[in-house]
């Protein structure tokens, strides 16, 4: 794999997360191509990708209007992360310079399989990749679905691209929504609780610094248990003592609704995907 060389079509937050990732794992970034929008994006992104990326072959969709199109010529592999509303008009765009082997992953919330393959061309190896920003780390979660023309050599691929940044599960595309509210957006609410954490900190008088130290390497630390257990039931039950502390934080999350509120926010998130799909698909 190390040897082929793999694009990535609009390197921001998601994209410029596999990219590092991917990078971080050794593959190396003389054989790693990026694109962005904007000439002044394009000039921050080595160093947003860290310190392995020097060697990333970077352009700019301002700068050269067949930016993209240079990007994808010979790559084994394209991975695009360009926003849901614009991914099938950038794909579309793409079809004549890719080849006909290339592996084409999007990474975009809430476009089908079956709009990519149309913007593509019905032969191209087309997969729906759904990833998470811890890939940036190598602890993303990432579901992928493969369209009809994919091969098990350009799957084996993917998962290898893929695997290097994380976990990866293959899935019914059907699932494509829950796994967004899941896994995709999931970091979002540990972030959020680590938020909450903070402020809930400093009303009861840390101050902020401290505050922000103890709750972010708390819920890291808490997430680091689950990597090697993942059974969030029994790591909780093991941090509450009967009669203790922690029973009545939990007492006052489960009667706050915590349980009904977490599935109305991932119902939210899951129609939206859906929503989307009807949106933007062509
Ligand atoms: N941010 C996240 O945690 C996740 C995002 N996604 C998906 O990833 C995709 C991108 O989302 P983000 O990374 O959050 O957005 P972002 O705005 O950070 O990145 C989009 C990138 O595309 C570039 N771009 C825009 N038009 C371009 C063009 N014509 N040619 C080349 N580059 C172009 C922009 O310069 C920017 O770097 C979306 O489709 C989203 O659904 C999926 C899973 C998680
Ligand atoms: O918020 C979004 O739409 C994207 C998809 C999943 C995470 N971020």
Known sequence: MSEKIVTFIGTGSMNGAIA??????????????????????????????????????????????????????????????????????????????????????????????DSLQKAAGKKQPVIRCMPNTPARVGKGALAYSAGSTVTAEQRKLAEEILGA??????????????????????????????????????????????????ASTTVAGAGALLEKDPNPEDLRKAVTSPGGTTEQAIKAFQEGGIEELTLRAMTANAQKSAEMSQEYNK
């Open 165 to 214: 940044v994380g976990m990866v599960f293959q899935v019914e595309e059907e699932q494509m929504d829950a796994v967004t509210a899941l896994s995709g957006s999931g970091p979002a609410y540990a972030f959020l609780l680590a938020e909450c954490m903070k402020k809930a900190g400093m009303e009861l008088g840390i101050d902020e610094e401290l505050a922000k130290n103890l």
């Open 20 to 113: 590092s990732g991917l990078l971080a794992s050794g593959f190396h970034a003389q054989n790693v191509r990026a694109t962005v929008h904007s000439a002044k994006s394009a000039q921050e992104l080595p160093e947003k990708l860290g310190e392995e990326a020097e060697g990333v072959e970077v352009f700019s969709s301002e700068v050269s209007a067949d930016a993209n199109q240079k990007a994808v010529q010979g790559a084994a592999a394209v991975l695009l992360g360009v926003k849901p509303y614009d991914i099938l008009d950038v794909l579309e765009s793409l079809k004549d310079a890719l080849d006909e082997e290339t592996v084409v992953i999007s990474v975009a919330a809430g476009v089908s399989l």
